[in-house]
């Protein structure tokens, strides 16, 4: 079984200052490790994704991740934070061959202080 | 984007009435799936769909039914809503992917729709 957690539910940062947010997994096979983003009002947009490969990702607007099996860990950085960056960010695991489905985190809402 | 729409974008119904959402795709991607977004909960899972006329359960799946019979289209039914249904609704696809190079994995990337809010009086 798979399972997913988000060891913040809020976190608040000043702009231009780093971002950090985290996230624990549990899987039993070699997972996928993606982070979502929600905008306010708005549906899903995919960040970045983890799939075996390097284990340092890059995704779209500076964000990115590093997975550590020895840790089970997938956790969002992103070096300098922007006013647009304020949104919820999900984290989310899927087990590779054959499950087809994803397992959400309960989410991080990030706060950008001005 | 991906051609993802949903209809409609908001509803409100009363306790007892029967309900569809309908989630259509244009990418002719193969899966499809229903969540529902709650505070604190994230997306939970309800009904999923791995081809036409293929559904299997969520882990939320009572009080919901689906049907697909088209590629395109999957329908999201509350057969009597209850006020405990009242959410945001969101549609997904996918479609497995190889990756190459430096990102060999296989992974299942789901596109999401714009979501249903629906409220149940």
């Known amino acids: 079984a798979q399972s997913v957690t988000q060891l913040d539910s809020h976190v608040s940062v000043s702009e231009g200052t780093p971002v950090l947010l985290r996230c624990n997994y549990s899987?039993?096979?070699?997972?996928?490790l993606f982070w979502y983003v929600q905008h306010p009002n708005k549906g899903l947009q995919l960040l970045l994704k983890?799939?075996?490969?390097?284990?340092l990702v890059k995704g779209i607007n500076g964000f990115e991740a590093e997975f550590k099996k020895s840790e089970t860990s997938f956790h969002l950085t992103k070096p300098s934070a922007h006013m647009s960056d304020a949104a919820e960010y999900f984290c989310?695991?899927?087990?590779?061959?054959?499950?087809?489905?994803?397992?959400f985190g309960t989410g991080t809402r990030l706060t950008i202080i001005p | 984007d991906a051609g993802i729409t949903q209809s409609p974008r908001h509803k409100v119904t009363e306790t007892g009435t029967p309900v569809t959402l309908r989630c259509h795709q244009t990418e002719n991607h193969r899966y499809m799936y229903w969540y529902r977004q709650d505070p604190g909960h994230g997306l939970r899972l309800i009904h999923y769909?791995?081809?036409?006329?293929?559904?299997d359960k969520g882990e939320v799946s009572d009080g919901y039914s689906v049907s697909r019979s088209k590629t395109e289209d999957f329908l999201l039914t509350l057969e009597s809503a209850t006020s405990s249904q009242t959410s945001v609704y969101f549609c997904?696809?996918?479609?497995?992917?190889?990756?190459?190079?430096?990102?060999?994995?296989?992974?299942?990337?789901?596109?999401f729709g714009p979501g249903t809010r629906l409220t149940v009086l």
């Open positions: 997904a696809i996918s479609e497995f992917a190889v990756g190459s190079g430096s990102d060999r994995g296989s992974y299942n990337e789901q596109f």
């Open positions: 899987s039993s096979y070699s997972p996928s």
């Open positions: 983890y799939t075996s490969a390097a284990t």
């Open positions: 769909s791995y081809g036409v006329k293929d559904t």
């Open positions: 989310v695991v899927s087990e590779h061959f054959g499950n087809e489905k994803l397992t």
